[in-house]
């Protein structure tokens, strides 16, 4: 019962201000046109822009592989008959010596490795029994992975040779990278 006490009295104010903003001597239809007036919403303000909040013409790319992650940077092609292929944003070289098995991601910009992981480094070698055994080889794709991960490369070109990539070694560093989150293939190229 308060309720519609409360409406009833809210409507009661909202007619008496409407009969005094209303001009003496008006018909029914210009007070039904000013009631609809304020039965709308207001407006809302047109915002005023000053200098410091307009929109800057010119846009800088901060951050320099995002072009690189979208595949919409130039990769270079290089010669057809070269192999390996330049066509890469990271390219992922693994080796084997006599000693040692080392893992070497290149960027396309620099011929000086980005990323390295190597069983000659003293944390990896004292864990391992070998430094050339596929254990090594599967320790090292770990570490490098992770590697890629920290530093945010998630897709990496990696072409070995056809009969060195049967060898058991190699599928166990393969095996590694993948499962440590790196996709050992990069996407086309998006001509745009």
């Known amino acids: 019962m308060s309720i519609l006490r409360e409406v009833s009295r809210s409507v009661r104010l909202l007619v008496g201000q409407i009969q005094a903003s209303v001009p003496v001597g008006t018909t029914w239809n210009l007070c039904h046109k000013i009631v609809r007036c304020y039965s709308h ?3 809302e303000p047109e915002l005023e822009l000053n200098e410091s909040m307009s ?17 919409l940077a130039v990769k270079d092609r290089g010669w057809g008959t070269v192999w390996p292929t330049r066509e890469y944003y990271h390219r992922l070289v693994f080796r084997r010596s006599q000693h040692h098995v080392m893992a070497e991601v290149f960027s396309r910009d620099s ?41 945010g490369i998630t897709r990496i070109m990696y072409r070995e040779v056809p009969w060195k ?28």
């Not at 864990?127 to 055994?133: D, I, K």
């Not at 166990?172 to 190229?189: C, I, Q």
């Open 41 to 43: 919403t207001a407006p």
């Open 55 to 71: 929109v800057c013409k010119t846009f800088v790319n901060r951050n320099p592989r995002n072009l690189e992650q979208m595949a």
């Open 111 to 151: 011929p000086e490795p980005v990323l390295t992981c190597s069983t000659k480094e003293w944390a990896l070698k004292r864990e391992l029994g070998s430094t050339r055994s596929v254990a090594a080889c599967q320790a090292v794709g770990e570490v490098l992975a992770q590697r890629c991960q920290e530093a």
């Open 165 to 192: 990539f049967r060898s058991e070694a190699i599928q166990a560093f393969w095996k590694a990278m993948k499962d440590g989150g790196v996709t050992l293939s990069e996407p086309r190229r998006k001509f745009v």
